[in-house]
């Protein structure tokens, strides 16, 4: 029954519109230049956003091809570290292998003398890759932090 009323106010409202369009569109026509001047706006503002919008949707992809560089470089500094290890480590073990394994007099003197320089290399090699991993992730912070501002 709602629904029936509803109905009904709406199509008296429509029948007394048509019988005074006259009037109604004489109304309306004075409030036309604003109803223009609000639709213009709107398409400028629409035009900004969707500028503004491609702008940034560049500017997040320079910066993730740009991190895509950085995490692809960092991987291939491991891979490079990674190996000048495990070849200083294979050398060490020649070495060892190649002492007699009788005197183990020549095998402590020969562990004193280089297995310092080897620990520090290693470590120093650990501390740069940590240092380098701790950069990376200080500027994926900086770069989440941007794009929220």
Known sequence: MVIIAI??????MAI???????????????YMPWLYSA???????KAVIVGMQMYLEMKIEEKIKHLQTVIE?????????????????DKIINEI???????TSTIIDFLKSNLPNVVSTLVEQQ???????????LALEYEQKDRTE
């Open 73 to 89: 470089e960092q991987q291939a500094h491991d891979v490079t570290q990674k190996t000048n290890v495990s070849n200083k480590l």
């Open 97 to 103: 292998s190649t002492i007699p394994n009788t005197d």
């Open 127 to 137: 501390v740069s890759q940590q240092v380098a991993y701790e950069k990376q992730k």
């Open 39 to 45: 639709a213009m706006i709107f398409v400028a503002f």
């Open 16 to 30: 007394a519109i048509a019988n005074n369009a006259d009037n109604v569109w004489s109304d309306v026509k004075s």
């Open 7 to 12: 109905i009904i106010v709406l199509a008296f």
